[in-house]
């Protein structure tokens, strides 16, 4: 909620009055009676939002908007009057107000108008974050893929791409399924056409249809206007719909209407609209274990898994590691403005082996930490951070991967390509010393280098 109201009014009962109210409600409540007092209120002292009188002797409540915004910009003022039309509500809050409540009103409607903002605001707030966060991957949209599973998946993203069909994408935590839906937008004959990212975990439920869905004016108390949804606004484009598992189970009956109906019907509103928008998913959920506890819908699940997109683990595709952080190297020296080139041999051996719990986004940030604490051109093993850099000697049964076979000539195989890994690097690749240090032949060592195909 908010921290800091200002009330301005020249009438004093009615501003000791809400002073009472909103200081019990925990606000710290500051006041003026008249306008130019609440211009050296705000040069003072910053404040939350602010609910202003609408006419006052002197500076009215029109006056007060632009000045008000031109000190605190993105402020929101919620103007008071009890000459309460419709058309000077409007009138409010096209010169700029939040919104208007007509005088006199009951301690309830107050503490819900500020709500209203309060959540309108954080709304706009996570708009404004997804668009900055659009903007950066548009320019850098490259995906990095080497690895077999990689490859095999951008095939299937370039097949399936050209058409309409939903498309599902699933993967762990920072593997990468943004940069996925992004490309499979890039890549559709939509690219043209707008991509809308929308996060289902990071709106508030009450606010999430009209959000995606659009609403009437007057469908609630705050909608002073008609307010064009996601959905719209993906018009022959692509919506992203990210962290679908969070999306409450009434929304997903609108969702799986929505799709296969291709119209949508605004909150509010009784006609419903045609829309031409293709749907991408993506979640880091287990979704038929979410169909299975009853909270995802079996049949939203099939509407839109039509085609399956599975991001592997960063752990089980090795083989892009080293492209990873050449990617990210060029990225960060431009940003970072670094002269760093590359990595050190041995660091590159230990960020391959590596399990990577937090996939590529974890790869991404290491980096840049690792590149800001490098001061020459090729970042040592020392800036790495100890997880990485002293991996634990011994494997442990947790280290088995819950769907990996439990085979254990792969897993012993595995385990050797490290530790002879680990050798190579301390005896800075002198094989001799190396197969001292393992306690084995050295014939046995180069059999071993190249059966593993471990590189040099
Ligand atoms: N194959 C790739 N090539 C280049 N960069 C990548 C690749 N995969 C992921 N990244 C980068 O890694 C970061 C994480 O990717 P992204 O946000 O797409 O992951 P995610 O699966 O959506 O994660 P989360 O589940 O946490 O939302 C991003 O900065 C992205 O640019
Ligand atoms: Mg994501």
Same mark, same amino acid.
């Given at each position: 909620?908010? #921290? !800091? ?6 009438? #004093?009962?009615?501003?000791e009055?809400l ?8 606000y710290?409540?500051l =006041?003026?009676?008249c +306008?130019e007092?609440?211009?050296?209120v705000?040069?003072e ?8 009188d ?10 007060l ?15 008071m009057?009890?000459? +309460? ?7 409010a809050i096209?010169? +700029?107000a ?26 706009r ?8 966060d659009?903007?950066r991957?548009?320019?850098d949209?490259?995906?990095?893929a080497?690895?077999?599973?990689m490859?095999?998946?951008?095939e ?14 699933t ?19 939509r690219?043209? &056409? ?6 289902c975990?990071a ?13 009437a004016?007057?469908?609630f108390?705050?909608?002073?206007r ?6 719209t ?6 919506l ?6 969070? @999306? ?17 019907r605004?909150v509010?509103?009784t006609k ?5 928008? !293709?749907?991408?998913?993506a ?11 009853? !909270? %995802?819908r079996?049949?939203? %699940? ?5 085609v &399956?997109?599975?991001?592997?683990? @960063?752990?089980? *595709?090795?083989?892009?590691i080293? @492209?990873?952080?050449d990617?990210?190297?060029?990225r960060?020296?431009? =940003? ?5 080139? &590359? ?6 051996? /230990? /960020? ?8 590529? *986004?974890?790869?991404?940030? /290491?980096?840049?930490?690792a590149? $800001? ?14 997880v990485?850099?002293?991996p ?7 280290d088995?991967? =819950?769907?990996?076979?439990?085979? /254990? ?16 690097? &301390? ?19 180069l059999?071993? $280098? ?7």
């Amino acid at each position: 909620m908010y #921290d !800091r109201i200002l009330i301005v009014d020249d009438d #004093d009962a009615l501003r000791e009055s809400l002073e009472l109210i909103l200081s019990a409600d925990g606000y710290h409540v500051l =006041s003026a009676d008249c +306008g130019e007092a609440a211009l050296d209120v705000i040069s003072e002292s910053s404040v939350d939002v602010v609910l202003c009188d609408l006419r006052m002797p002197g500076l009215d409540g029109f006056d007060l908007i632009p000045q008000i915004s031109c000190q605190m910009p993105g402020t929101p003022i919620i103007l008071m009057s009890a000459h +309460g039309t419709e058309d000077l509500a409007v009138e409010a809050i096209r010169r +700029g107000a939040y919104d208007y409540l007509a005088k006199p009103f009951q301690p309830a409607e107050i503490r819900l108008t500020l709500r209203k903002a309060h959540e309108r605001e954080q709304l706009r707030h996570q708009n404004e974050l997804l668009r900055r966060d659009m903007s950066r991957s548009l320019g850098d949209r490259a995906i990095v893929a080497a690895s077999d599973g990689m490859i095999e998946l951008l095939e299937m993203l370039e097949r399936t791409a050209t058409y309409k069909s939903t498309i599902l994408v699933t993967g762990e935590s920072g593997t990468g399924k943004e940069v996925i839906a992004r490309a499979i937008h890039q890549q559709s004959p939509r690219r043209e &056409r707008p991509f809308v990212a929308v996060n289902c975990g990071a709106i508030p439920e009450n606010l999430l249809e009209s959000e995606l869905f659009g609403h009437a004016k007057g469908a609630f108390t705050g909608a002073n206007r008609a307010h064009r949804g996601l959905f719209t606004e993906a018009h022959e484009g692509t919506l992203f719909l990210d962290e679908i598992a969070e @999306l409450p189970p009434p929304l997903q009956v609108k969702l799986l209407r929505a799709i296969q109906e291709e119209e949508i019907r605004p909150v509010g509103e009784t006609k419903s609209q045609q829309i031409d928008v !293709r749907v991408v998913a993506a979640t880091a959920r287990d979704l038929t274990r979410e169909i299975a506890e009853g !909270r %995802f819908r079996e049949d939203l %699940f099939y509407r839109l898994n039509v085609v &399956r997109l599975e991001v592997p683990p @960063l752990r089980d *595709r090795r083989e892009d590691i080293p @492209l990873l952080v050449d990617h990210f190297l060029a990225r960060f020296r431009d =940003s970072l403005g670094k002269p760093v080139r &590359r990595v050190s041999d041995e660091t590159l051996e /230990l /960020l391959v082996a590596y399990s990577w719990p937090g996939n590529v *986004r974890e790869l991404e940030n /290491l980096i840049e930490r690792a590149m $800001i604490l490098t001061d020459g051109d090729v970042v040592e093993a020392s800036a790495l951070p100890s997880v990485v850099a002293s991996p634990p000697d011994q494997p442990s049964v947790a280290d088995v991967d =819950s769907n990996e076979p439990l085979a /254990l000539k792969p897993a012993r195989q595995a385990f050797e390509a490290k530790i002879i890994r680990k050798a190579l690097a &301390r005896t800075d690749g002198n094989r001799t010393h190396a197969a001292k240090l393992l306690e084995i032949s050295h014939r046995a060592l180069l059999y071993k $280098i190249k059966d593993y195909g471990i590189r040099d």
